[in-house]
Nanobody, 117 residues
């Protein structure tokens, strides 16, 4: 069982920045890949970014490339998502995801990000 504790969501104006954090209850070394997903009202949950814990390879949705940066700190068992130049279409509930070796996936509770003027 992996507990994921998210923080950092909030209200920001277009062009602003927010940083999200996801603290995992397990060592990141025991997690195969961690990622951020988001779900806007009336839309399906979509992958935003993910990072492999072994080699730090990353994958980003085209819509956030160049604006969002995913990272992780193994010592702190924490994953981050730095979101810059936010757009209204970034408004969504953002979820932390962790997939452990063996393929079991865990989700955080979600944190609301609202981009509005």
């Amino acid at each position: 069982q992996v507990q994921l504790d998210e923080s950092g969501g909030g209200l920001v104006q277009p062009g602003g920045s927010l940083g999200l954090s996801c603290a995992a209850s397990e060592r990141i070394s025991s997690i195969y890949v961690m990622g951020w997903h988001r779900q806007a009202p009336g839309q399906e949950r979509e992958l935003v970014a993910e990072v492999w814990t072994t080699n730090s390879n990353t994958n980003y949705a085209d819509s956030v490339k160049g604006r969002f940066t995913i990272s992780r700190d193994k010592a702190k068992n924490t994953m981050y998502l730095q979101m810059n130049n936010l757009k209204p279409e970034d408004t969504a509930v953002y979820y932390c995801r962790a997939t452990i070796y063996g393929g079991i996936t865990y989700w955080g509770q979600g944190t609301q990000v609202t981009v509005s003027s």
